[in-house]
């Protein structure tokens, strides 16, 4: 069993900065990749930020510059978010990439946590 859990979202006025975590738990041999995404009501889920086990990271244009993903350590990442827009509001997922100790790759997502900008 692995249990992925996010924390840190919240109410921000524009141009705020906030700080999301994720951290993954349970039967891991490795993570891959772990990855942000996105999602507002009525749109498809957008990737916002990736890192890989190697520490290469990438983000979407629309974040590019405003957000940074880290790895605070072997089993969590941090999201931080500064300038943010009311279009930056939506439901936010963490997913894990990882293999398990029988060697099986999957892939685990977290509950969400809710970031809204206030204009």
């Known amino acids: 069993q692995v249990q992925v859990v996010e924390s840190g979202g919240g109410l921000v006025q524009a141009g705020g900065s906030l700080r999301l975590s994720c951290a993954a738990s349970g039967s891991i041999r490795s993570i891959n990749a772990m990855r942000w995404f996105r999602q507002v009501p009525g749109k498809q889920r957008e990737l916002v930020a990736t890192?890989?086990?190697?520490?290469?990271t990438n983000y979407a244009d629309s974040v590019k510059g405003r957000f940074t993903i880290s790895r605070d350590n072997a089993n969590t990442v941090d999201l931080q978010m500064n300038t943010l827009k009311p279009e930056d509001t939506a439901v936010y997922y963490c997913?894990?990439?990882?293999?398990?100790?029988?060697?099986?790759?999957?892939?685990?997502w977290g509950q969400g946590t809710q970031v809204t900008v206030s204009p």
């Open positions: 890192i890989t086990s190697g520490g290469s």
């Open positions: 997913n894990a990439q990882i293999t398990n100790w029988d060697f099986s790759v999957n892939v685990y």
